[in-house]
């Protein structure tokens, strides 16, 4: 079944480690993006890529790095965990159905940096 | 830059009857989209319904209709006969024909039995 998947669900990790959030899909989407949510607060737009080698920084400046190598993937890096970057983070990848986009979303990842 | 604000942080209603969930936004373009996502707790966000700028007709899917006046850049949710499956948190959004999506701070709705 075609869908977004995203792991871990749920990270504990203390600071100044490194860490790598997953996110994959399986509808062969061109554009892909990150957003990170605090909790009961709006989606903030930090990454996004229009297809393999492409990303660009979002709305919202984060310390994370993204890449693009292959189609289906495109995680999302901190290089040095701190406590500020404690949030939830979504991925999404959006397919094209004229003349807008439609996005669909992963389940999300809710990091905790002690 | 678009904005967009959603100015219910919180609304209940009655199982079986109608709310309506409010949004306006900000923008110079011309030509946009507009979108109600709804985010039910831990669970994926899921498009429940989208308004393209150009269509003067309302958008409606089933329960859920929305009431679009391009000229106020209003936008608001009409979820008619609600059901406590409907208890979530939604969120409005706005996008060009890029891709991107701006989205309002949200409003969680509670459905009461």
């Known amino acids: 079944e075609a869908d977004i998947y995203q792991t871990p669900r749920y990270l504990v990790i203390g600071t100044g480690k490194k860490i790598t959030l997953e996110c994959s899909q399986t509808?062969?989407?061109?554009?892909m993006y990150w957003y990170q949510q605090d909790p009961g607060m709006e989606l903030h737009l930090i990454h996004y890529s229009y297809g393999v080698n492409s990303t660009e920084k979002g709305d919202l400046s984060s310390e994370s790095t993204v890449s693009r190598i292959r189609t289906e993937h495109f995680p999302l890096t901190l290089e040095s965990a701190r406590p500020s970057h404690t949030s939830q983070y979504l991925c999404?990848?959006?397919?094209?159905?004229?003349?807008?986009?439609?996005?669909?979303f992963g389940p999300g990842t809710r990091l905790t940096v002690l | 830059a678009q904005t967009v604000t959603q100015s219910q942080p919180e609304m209940s209603v009655q199982e079986a009857e109608t709310v309506t969930l409010s949004c306006t936004y900000d923008?110079?373009?011309?030509?946009?989209?507009l979108f109600w996502y709804k985010q039910p707790p831990s669970r994926q966000m899921i498009l429940v319904i989208r308004?393209?700028?150009?269509?003067?007709q309302n958008a409606t899917e089933n329960r859920f209709s929305v009431n679009f006046q391009k000229a106020a850049k209003s936008f608001s949710l009409k979820i008619s006969d609600s059901q406590l499956g409907d208890a979530a948190m939604y969120f409005c959004a706005y996008s060009t024909s890029y891709g991107k999506l701006t989205f309002g701070q949200g409003t969680i709705l509670t459905v009461h039995p």
């Open positions: 509808m062969g989407h061109d554009k």
């Open positions: 923008t110079s373009e011309s030509d946009y989209y």
């Open positions: 308004q393209e700028a150009y269509k003067q």
């Open positions: 999404a990848s959006s397919e094209r159905r004229p003349p807008w986009d439609e996005q669909f």
